[in-house]
């Protein structure tokens, strides 16, 4: 089994990292393939909690291999500070491969998020504020800074005196900022130079080369197709290609490659940050799941909007992503609701709508409805064979499955590593 995609199906935080996690010690490499540290995986193994915003979560296994592919946009700063963190801990993070193809997120992008969004006023995106966005737009536009350029200090110097013409005068001009000294950046970012330089490696080889020996690699998403900025709720998404399509090419490998795409779902719903949401609970009841699913964000600490499951989300992340198994996480959350409601069309000005509609329009005007499945009371976080859930709970999982019409192939029953309910294998 040697090409296996890990995708979040709804808006992030679906726990990929845990699902990842479950993984990590089967596989050989474990690739970032896309966003930046603008993700927050958090992992629990026997009660210490790990919180990934860059790095694979893989990087926990003691096997697997991790990688940053080109697809990602790299802070520098964050990353050394993250394998800093890590390896305190005991963790080994030498073995760490990183494209020479990736491209940097620079001071500038960061201060360039910020006030975008303030600029924006109501129209904000909500983004992390960690310059992911307009660092994208630089590789884009063609004057963005890659790893390689930290490799030629001339080049990169050039590279950010052309960046900043421009972008001091957006700062100076539009935003009322002060304008960035070219030298002053580019010192920044060769202080790092040392530190990269025997991390940086032609990834797309190394990872075909390893497919060619049999070895297993896992292309371990960040965000969600609902974020994906081709297929998500734009433009309130994030800049880049999260979906399974985007291991290939944030990574360098073909899609003939791509043996398993195994999707992660949320027993319900949430979303971090500003975007349309048909079944957003603004009561007491969303309030309830937030709580009890701590429903916080890993990197920016902000509520997470809560809803039930809506089929119609990962119903299109299903088709889109060609999904082959779904992980469904924080079933345990669910425990001790008399009726579960779970969406199975929208009501688009008065016209039942089955699946995902094509526009922004009707989404903006979709009101769930709502199929009530029956609850559970009893304490599932203990159980870890299917048939050992409550009926109700075996139920609603198998109703689940139907919607989606993807076979769900484990559940999460609470947030430490071993609370898994495997149906069959995911390797
Ligand atoms: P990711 O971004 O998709 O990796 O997900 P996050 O780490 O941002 O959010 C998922 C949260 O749910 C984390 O705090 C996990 O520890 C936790 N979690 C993951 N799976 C389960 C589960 O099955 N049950 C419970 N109760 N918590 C879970
Ligand atoms: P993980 O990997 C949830 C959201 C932000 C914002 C939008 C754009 O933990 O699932 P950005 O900073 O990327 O330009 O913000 O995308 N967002 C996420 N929401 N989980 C994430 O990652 C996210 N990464 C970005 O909240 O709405
Ligand atoms: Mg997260």
New binding site residues.
């Given amino acids: 089994m040697p090409g296996v995609v890990v995708v979040?199906t709804q808006w992030?935080?679906?726990?990929?990292?845990?699902a990842t996690d479950q993984l990590g010690d089967k596989v050989d490499f474990v690739v970032r393939y896309s966003g930046g540290n603008n993700?927050?995986?958090?992992?629990?193994v026997g009660g210490e909690?790990y919180a990934l915003h860059l790095l694979p979560?893989g990087i926990l296994s003691r096997r697997a291999r991790p990688v940053l592919g080109n697809g990602v946009v790299i802070d520098l700063e964050v990353l050394f500070e993250e394998l800093d963190a890590l390896a305190a801990r005991g963790v080994a993070v030498d073995r760490l491969l990183i494209s020479a193809n990736a491209h940097l997120i620079a001071p500038y992008h960061r201060t360039i998020d910020r006030v975008t969004e303030r600029f924006l006023g109501k129209r904000r995106i909500g983004t992390t504020g960690r310059g992911v966005g307009p660092a994208y737009a630089d590789k884009a536009s063609r004057i963005g800074l890659r790893v390689q350029d930290l490799l030629d200090e001339s080049i990169l110097r050039q590279k950010v005196a052309v960046a900043l013409e421009q972008k001091n005068q957006l700062l100076v001009r539009v935003y009322n900022r002060p304008a960035l000294s070219a030298d002053e950046v580019s010192d920044h970012l060769l202080a790092y130079a040392d530190r990269v330089r025997p991390l940086v490696a032609d990834v797309s080889r190394v990872l075909n080369e390893a497919l060619d020996r049999g070895q297993t690699v896992l292309f371990e998403g960040?965000q969600a197709h609902h974020l994906d900025v081709d297929f998500g709720t734009y433009p309130y998404v994030t800049s880049s290609n999260p979906i399974a399509a985007g291991a290939c090419t944030g990574s360098g490998v073909g899609p003939t490659r791509l043996d398993r795409v195994i999707g992660?779902a949320k027993a319900y719903t949430t979303r971090v940050g500003e975007g349309p949401f048909p079944g957003e609970l603004t009561d007491e009841t969303g309030q309830r799941l937030r709580e009890t699913?701590?429903e916080y964000?890993?990197t920016t600490g902000r509520p997470r909007r809560c809803g039930w499951f809506d089929a119609l989300l990962v119903e299109q992340a299903a088709t889109c992503n060609a999904l082959t198994d779904l992980f469904l996480?924080?079933?345990?959350?669910l425990t001790g609701w008399p009726k579960i409601p779970v969406i199975v069309a929208y009501d688009i000005d008065g016209r039942r709508c089955p699946v995902m509609p094509m526009t922004q329009t009707e989404l903006h005007h979709a009101k769930p409805v709502y199929e009530h499945l029956e609850g559970w009371s009893e304490d599932i976080s203990g159980v870890r064979r299917f048939e050992d859930l409550p009926p109700a709970c075996q139920r609603y999982v198998r109703r689940l499955e139907e919607l989606v019409g993807v076979r769900i192939s484990g559940?999460?029953?609470?947030?430490d590593r071993d609370?898994?309910v495997m149906v069959r294998p995911l390797l």
Avoid at 12 to 18: I, L, S, V
Avoid at 411 to 415: A, D, K, M, S, T
């Fill in positions: 979040g992030g935080d679906e726990g990929k990292g845990k993700a927050g995986h958090t992992v629990q909690r979560s960040a992660i699913g701590g964000g890993t996480t924080k079933l345990d959350v559940l999460g029953v609470g947030p609370q898994v």
